[in-house]
């Protein structure tokens, strides 16, 4: 009877430890800090495609982690080895399993920033918006051709470069292609309201052609300030069905984004883009606009002006004109300062050498 006692004691005093042992084990597991302990918080990158074994092996080569058996077992039990989100995550100073596995589970997705302005391609697009992404190039480009292929709103490869407005926007990492345009899409969408597409309608244009319209404007002055008289000045000359004469379009048709001067050559490139042939709007944006300047195209100044060229002062202003005989005039100025400037230039390299 004593045997069976001492038995019963034994069997009880193992249990009891191995109880007592578990228990602990699981609070250390659960409770204990493991995560960056004692080290600055940092975001933890899961791509696309990583498995559970790919997230140890990053938490471990980033020594995210101090104890990869605990994080891995409690990661098992709480299934999220069969889970696995891609995202950008923020992981904190001392954090416990259980915490850091809730970040990587539920909302913890850390947002990223992309910021895009002054492009004038197309093609220029995916690097700029997928930058801090996990989205690649090559499927930003193929998710967007989908969309022009399928959308009915009028976009095509040659103006859908007008539905990306430049701002700064905050996204999810891992957000999907589709997603991103979507969200530019949208961010367009709010952008042209009811008051905007109204005012573009009494012109007589789309948002797409406005879009198209402020391209030229921006690519014309330096000065913000004029944006509304030389948007005024295009409204007239294609109410005349007049040929809009923009040198910026030029240098677009050209594909030389280094040309300074445009000269006769240069009006006789045969490209839907050169407003010198070819009256009436080119079939797209020849950069991107910025919000400003839609809205100052669509406020335009409205006046009688029809022609402009750079001031002889070279501050970056330009004289207006209604009629070519005051146009001449105007440009007969900026000749001769230019030429004087010119003369100026070789004067000095003369008494440099």
Not at 83 to 106: D, E
Request: charged share 25%.
């Amino acid at each position: 009877m004593a045997d069976i006692s001492k038995k019963k004691l034994a069997f009880f005093l193992v249990v009891s430890t191995l109880l007592i042992t578990f228990v602990f084990y699981g609070y250390q597991v659960y409770f204990t800090p493991n995560i960056l302990v004692d080290r600055e918080s940092r975001i933890f990158i899961i791509r696309s495609g990583y498995t559970f074994r790919n997230v140890q092996e990053e938490l471990a080569k980033g020594n995210f982690v101090n104890d990869m058996v605990s994080f891995s077992f409690l990661a098992r039990f709480k299934d999220y080895h069969k889970n696995i989100r891609p995202g950008r995550y923020l992981l904190t100073r001392n954090m416990t399993n259980a915490q850091a596995l809730s970040v990587l589970q539920t909302e913890g997705r850390e947002a990223v920033r992309i910021t895009f302005n002054n492009i004038r391609l197309k093609s220029e697009l995916a690097e700029k918006l997928t930058k801090n992404t996990g989205v690649t190039i090559a499927e930003f480009n193929e998710a967007l051709d989908r969309f022009v292929a399928a959308n009915t709103e009028g976009f095509t490869q040659q103006n859908v470069l007008s539905m990306f407005l430049p701002n700064t926007y905050e996204v999810y990492y891992n957000v999907l292609p589709e997603e991103l345009i979507e969200r530019m899409h949208s961010e367009y969408k709010k952008f042209w309201n009811d008051e905007r597409k109204a005012k573009a309608a009494n012109l007589g244009l789309t948002p797409l052609e406005i879009s198209t319209l402020a391209s030229i404007v921006q690519a014309e002055s330096i000065k913000p300030e004029e944006a509304p008289i030389i948007a005024g000045l295009y409204i007239n000359r294609l109410k005349k069905n007049m040929p809009l004469q923009a040198d910026p379009t030029l240098v677009f048709a050209s594909g030389d984004f280094t040309l300074k001067r445009v000269l006769n050559v240069h009006k006789e490139i045969d490209s839907p883009y050169n407003t010198y042939k070819y009256a009436g709007l080119p079939p797209g944006p020849i950069n991107m606009p910025q919000l400003t300047t839609l809205d100052a195209v669509l406020d335009y100044q409205q006046h009688s002006y029809l022609y402009m060229c750079a001031r002889e002062d070279f501050s970056g202003f330009h004289n207006f004109a209604g009629t070519l005989e005051e146009h001449n005039r105007n440009a007969a100025k900026y000749q001769r300062a230019l030429s004087i400037e010119i003369a100026k230039g070789r004067a000095q390299r003369g008494e440099k050498k």
